[in-house]
C-alpha cells in the first residue's frame, strides 16, 4: 500500500467507474501495467541513455556475479577434497612454486568477485541516483508544462486535485527506477542459476516451483485485496489526510487556536484512521497467517531438495564441490523467484498503478483551445466585446451560472459591474477571459467569436486580477513582474506599476525594497497586510498594458480611500483601454462611464450611476443600504 502524506489526499485510480469497486482487476489492467513500465523506460532512455545504459549493464554484471561465485567456492572444495588424500600442499609451493597453485588462483578468484561485487553495487547506486533525480526534474517538468495547458474546470474539480497530488508525488518518487532494475537484474540470476540447475539436478526444479508458486498466488491474492480495500475507502482517506493538514496547516492555524478546533480534529482524525487501519489489520492477519503456511511449505521444499542433494553425493554422483553449489544455488534460486514473483505481485498493487496516474495525467487534454486558422488579436481594439445570449453552467451543476446574458463592452469604455453574490460577476469575468467557454450563445471580439481567436494572443491582450489573486512566494520585484512576466528586467515599467497601484510605498518600506521576499514561506520573508497584499497584486495588472483590463473586486482589503484612489487611477491609466472594475463600493463604482447591475445571471439595469439611482431599483436600494451605513 502507497504511504499517506498529511494533507495529500489519494486519487481514484484512473480509467475506474468512480460508482463501483473494482474489485479484482481486469487483465486488460494488467497488460496496461507492461505499457506504464515502458513509458517510465523510454522516459529514463530519453533523459539519458548514457546513464540508463550503465545502469542497466551494471544490474547484469552484478546479477551474474553470485552464481559465479558460488561456482568458485565450488571448485575450492573439490581442489580441497582433492587434496586431503595427498596432504595439504607446502605454502611454498602453492605461493612461490614454478606456477601458482590452482588453490591460491581459485582463492584470489574469490576475492576478486567480493571486490567487484562491492564496486558494482557503490557505483551503480551512484548512477541510479543521479538518473533518477534526473528523471524526477523531467517528469516535473512534464507535469508542470501540461498542468499549464489544461482548463480551469479541471483545476476546479476535486477529483482532478487528487489525481494531480498523486501525479505530483510520483514525480518526486526516485525509488521506482531502482524498483525496476532491480526487479530486471532479478530475473537475470533467476536464470543464471536455473541454468545451473537444469544442467547439474533438473528435477530440483520443480521442488523448486512447490517452494514458490504457492506463496506468489497467495501474495498476489492479498495485494489484491488490498489495492481493493484502499480504493473502497478513498474518501475516509482523503478526509482523514484533509484533517491532518487542517490541523497543522498555516492557512488554518488561526482559526484553529481560536475556535478551539485541535481535539475536534484530532477526535475525527483518530477514527478515521481506526475505521481504516482496522479493517487493514484484518486483512493482514489473514495474509500472516497464509504466509506462515506458505513459508513452512517451501522450508519444506528447501530441505527436500536438500536431502536429495545430499543423497545423490552419497551415491558418488555428485562431489563435495558440487553438494555446496547446488544447495547455495537452489537457496539462491528460491530467494530470487519469490523475488521476481512477490515484486511482480507488488507493482500491479503499488508502484505501478501509481506510475499509472502521473502518466494517465499527462494523456489530459484541454477542451479550450486555439482553432486551426486562428484569426490575429485586434490591437487597439475597434469595436469592443459583445455577449449574445451567453449561457453557463458549471461542469457537476445544475444552477446556470449565467443565461441570456446580452451586454456590449464597448472599446475605451470603463464599464462597473454589480450584483449581489451569487450573482455571476466573477463568471462573466472567466468567459471574458476563455477560461471557460459559453455552452450557449457567443461572446464576439470586434463581431467575431471569441473562440475565432489565437488561445494565447487573446489572453496576452487581457489584464485582470481576481479578488483571490495570488500571493507569491517571491520578491517584491517578481511578485508585480508575473503581470508581464517577459519584462521581469524592465525596472522601470515595475516601479511604474508599483507607483499606480500605491504598492510603491508599501515596498519602499521593506529593508530590501523591490528585492524583498514577501510572505512567510520562506527564511527572511516579509509578511505583509491585506490591503499591502492588494496593491502588490493590482500593479500586475498596469504591468499589463493589455487591450482589456479588469479588475475583479482586488480592493476588499482597502480602506475607502485607498479604493477610491486606486480606481481614480485605474481610469486614468486605462484611457483607450476597455476596462471593467468589479466592487461593492459605490463611492468607486460611480466613476465608471456605465454600470451593470447582475441579478441571476443576467443584466437586470445598466445605465450611469445617476440613471441607475433615479430608476429606483436594485442598484438604487443596494446604493442606500450602503450609503446607511456610513450616516
Given at each position: 500500500?502507497?504511504?499517506?502524506?498529511?494533507?495529500?489526499?489519494?486519487?481514484?485510480?484512473?480509467?475506474?467507474?468512480?460508482?463501483?469497486?473494482?474489485?479484482?482487476?481486469?487483465?486488460?489492467?494488467?497488460?496496461?501495467?507492461?505499457?506504464?513500465?515502458?513509458?517510465?523506460?523510454?522516459?529514463?532512455?530519453?533523459?539519458?541513455?548514457?546513464?540508463?545504459?550503465?545502469?542497466?549493464?551494471?544490474?547484469?554484471?552484478?546479477?551474474?556475479?553470485?552464481?559465479?561465485?558460488?561456482?568458485?567456492?565450488?571448485?575450492?572444495?573439490?581442489?580441497?577434497?582433492?587434496q586431503i588424500p595427498y596432504g595439504a600442499p607446502v605454502l611454498s609451493d602453492v605461493l612461490y612454486g614454478e606456477r601458482l597453485h590452482p588453490l591460491a588462483l581459485l582463492i584470489a578468484a574469490g576475492f576478486g568477485l567480493a571486490v567487484i561485487t562491492d564496486v558494482l553495487s557503490r557505483v551503480r547506486s551512484l548512477v541510479e541516483g543521479t538518473l533518477g533525480e534526473r528523471i524526477s526534474v523531467a517528469l516535473t517538468a512534464l507535469l508542470m508544462e501540461r498542468a499549464a495547458t489544461l482548463d480551469l474546470k479541471d483545476f476546479e474539480d476535486a477529483e482532478f486535485q487528487?489525481?494531480?497530488?498523486?501525479?505530483?508525488?510520483?514525480?518526486?518518487?526516485?525509488?521506482?527506477?531502482?524498483?525496476?532494475?532491480?526487479?530486471?537484474?532479478?530475473?537475470?540470476?533467476?536464470?543464471?542459476?536455473?541454468?545451473?540447475?537444469?544442467?547439474?539436478?533438473?528435477?530440483?526444479?520443480?521442488?523448486?516451483?512447490?517452494?514458490?508458486?504457492?506463496?506468489?498466488?497467495?501474495?498476489?491474492?492479498?495485494?489484491?485485496?488490498?489495492?481493493?480495500?484502499?480504493?473502497?475507502?478513498?474518501?475516509?482517506?482523503?478526509?482523514?489526510?484533509?484533517?491532518?493538514?487542517?490541523?497543522?496547516?498555516?492557512?488554518?492555524?488561526?482559526?484553529?487556536?481560536?475556535?478551539?478546533?485541535?481535539?475536534?480534529?484530532?477526535?475525527?482524525?483518530?477514527?478515521?484512521?481506526?475505521?481504516?487501519?482496522?479493517?487493514?489489520?484484518?486483512?493482514?492477519?489473514?495474509?500472516?497467517?497464509?504466509?506462515?503456511?506458505?513459508?513452512?511449505?517451501?522450508?519444506?521444499?528447501?530441505?527436500?531438495?536438500?536431502?536429495?542433494?545430499?543423497?545423490?553425493?552419497?551415491?558418488?554422483?555428485?562431489?563435495?564441490?558440487?553438494?555446496?553449489?547446488?544447495?547455495?544455488?537452489?537457496?539462491?534460486?528460491?530467494k530470487e523467484v519469490e523475488t521476481v514473483l512477490f515484486r511482480f505481485a507488488g507493482i500491479f498493487a503499488s508502484e505501478v498503478e501509481y506510475l499509472n496516474y502521473l502518466f494517465s495525467f499527462f494523456q489530459r487534454e484541454p477542451e479550450i483551445l486555439t482553432p486551426e486558422n486562428p484569426l490575429p488579436v485586434p490591437s487597439p481594439v475597434r469595436e469592443g466585446f459583445v455577449f449574445e445570449d451567453v449561457g453557463f453552467r458549471y461542469p457537476g451543476s445544475e444552477r446556470w451560472a449565467v443565461r441570456g446574458l446580452n451586454f456590449e463592452l464597448l472599446a475605451g469604455e470603463?464599464?462597473?459591474?454589480?450584483?449581489?453574490?451569487?450573482?455571476?460577476?466573477?463568471?462573466?469575468?472567466?468567459?471574458?477571459?476563455?477560461?471557460?467557454?459559453?455552452?450557449?450563445?457567443?461572446?464576439?471580439?470586434?463581431?467575431?467569436?471569441?473562440?475565432?481567436?489565437?488561445?494565447?494572443?487573446?489572453?496576452?491582450?487581457?489584464?485582470?486580477?481576481?479578488?483571490?489573486?495570488?500571493?507569491?512566494?517571491?520578491?517584491?520585484?517578481?511578485?508585480?513582474?508575473?503581470?508581464?512576466?517577459?519584462?521581469?528586467?524592465?525596472?522601470?515599467?515595475?516601479?511604474?506599476?508599483?507607483?499606480?497601484?500605491?504598492?510603491?510605498?508599501?515596498?519602499?518600506?521593506?529593508?530590501?525594497?523591490?528585492?524583498?521576499?514577501?510572505?512567510?514561506?520562506?527564511?527572511?520573508?516579509?509578511?505583509?497586510?491585506?490591503?499591502?497584499?492588494?496593491?502588490?497584486?493590482?500593479?500586475?495588472?498596469?504591468?499589463?498594458?493589455?487591450?482589456?483590463?479588469?479588475?475583479?473586486?482586488?480592493?476588499?482589503?482597502?480602506?475607502?480611500?485607498?479604493?477610491?484612489?486606486?480606481?481614480?487611477?485605474?481610469?486614468?491609466?486605462?484611457?483607450?483601454?476597455?476596462?471593467?472594475?468589479?466592487?461593492?463600493?459605490?463611492?468607486?463604482?460611480?466613476?465608471?462611464?456605465?454600470?451593470?447591475?447582475?441579478?441571476?445571471?443576467?443584466?437586470?439595469?445598466?445605465?450611469?450611476?445617476?440613471?441607475?439611482?433615479?430608476?429606483?431599483?436594485?442598484?438604487?436600494?443596494?446604493?442606500?443600504?450602503?450609503?446607511?451605513?456610513?450616516?
Open positions: 500500500m502507497k504511504s499517506q502524506n498529511c494533507g495529500n489526499p489519494q486519487p481514484t485510480a484512473p480509467g475506474h467507474d468512480p460508482s463501483s469497486p473494482p474489485g479484482v482487476r481486469s487483465t486488460e489492467r494488467r497488460l496496461g501495467t507492461f505499457r506504464v513500465i515502458a513509458l517510465y523506460v523510454a522516459m529514463a532512455w530519453r533523459t539519458s541513455r548514457y546513464l540508463t545504459l550503465s545502469s542497466l549493464l551494471l544490474r547484469l554484471a552484478d546479477s551474474l556475479v553470485p552464481v559465479s561465485i558460488l561456482y568458485v567456492g565450488k571448485l575450492i572444495i573439490d581442489d580441497v577434497s582433492h487528487a489525481h494531480l497530488e498523486a501525479a505530483r508525488e510520483q514525480t518526486t518518487d526516485t525509488m521506482t527506477l531502482s524498483g525496476l532494475f532491480s526487479q530486471a537484474a532479478s530475473i537475470v540470476k533467476v536464470m543464471a542459476f536455473a541454468a545451473a540447475l537444469l544442467i547439474i539436478a533438473p528435477w530440483v526444479m520443480v521442488l523448486l516451483l512447490i517452494a514458490v508458486v504457492p506463496a506468489f498466488v497467495g501474495e498476489f491474492y492479498f495485494n489484491e485485496r488490498r489495492y481493493s480495500l484502499d480504493w473502497s475507502r478513498i474518501q475516509e482517506r482523503r478526509e482523514h489526510d484533509y484533517l491532518c493538514f487542517t490541523a497543522t496547516s498555516v492557512e488554518a492555524a488561526k482559526e484553529v487556536k481560536i475556535f478551539g478546533l485541535s481535539r475536534f480534529l484530532i477526535s475525527r482524525y483518530v477514527a478515521l484512521a481506526r475505521q481504516f487501519y482496522t479493517a487493514m489489520r484484518k486483512l493482514e492477519v489473514r495474509n500472516e497467517i497464509w504466509s506462515g503456511v506458505f513459508t513452512t511449505l517451501a522450508t519444506m521444499a528447501y530441505y527436500g531438495a536438500y536431502a536429495y542433494i545430499v543423497w545423490r553425493t552419497l551415491q558418488g554422483d555428485f562431489t563435495v564441490g558440487d553438494l555446496t553449489f547446488l544447495a547455495g544455488s537452489f537457496l539462491q534460486l528460491s470603463v464599464v462597473a459591474v454589480v450584483g449581489e453574490s451569487g450573482a455571476g460577476k466573477t463568471t462573466l469575468v472567466k468567459l471574458l477571459t476563455r477560461l471557460y467557454d459559453p455552452d450557449e450563445g457567443r461572446i464576439l471580439l470586434d463581431g467575431k467569436d471569441l473562440r475565432e481567436y489565437d488561445l494565447d494572443e487573446l489572453r496576452n491582450s487581457i489584464g485582470v486580477i481576481f479578488q483571490d489573486f495570488v500571493r507569491y512566494a517571491m520578491t517584491a520585484n517578481d511578485n508585480i513582474a508575473v503581470g508581464r512576466i517577459t519584462a521581469r528586467k524592465d525596472g522601470d515599467r515595475i516601479e511604474r506599476a508599483a507607483e499606480c497601484s500605491q504598492a510603491s510605498k508599501v515596498i519602499g518600506r521593506l529593508p530590501e525594497g523591490y528585492d524583498q521576499m514577501l510572505g512567510n514561506g520562506f527564511k527572511g520573508g516579509v509578511e505583509l497586510s491585506g490591503g499591502e497584499w492588494q496593491k502588490i497584486a493590482i500593479a500586475r495588472a498596469y504591468m499589463r498594458n493589455a487591450e482589456l483590463l479588469i479588475l475583479d473586486e482586488p480592493t476588499a482589503a482597502l480602506d475607502a480611500r485607498s479604493e477610491y484612489e486606486v480606481f481614480r487611477r485605474f481610469k486614468e491609466r486605462s484611457k483607450g483601454k476597455t476596462s471593467v472594475l468589479i466592487s461593492h463600493r459605490f463611492s468607486s463604482v460611480r466613476m465608471a462611464d456605465r454600470v451593470l447591475v447582475l441579478a441571476d445571471g443576467k443584466v437586470e439595469a445598466q445605465g450611469t450611476h445617476e440613471e441607475l439611482l433615479a430608476q429606483s431599483g436594485r442598484y438604487a436600494e443596494l446604493f442606500e443600504l450602503q450609503a446607511a451605513g456610513f450616516r
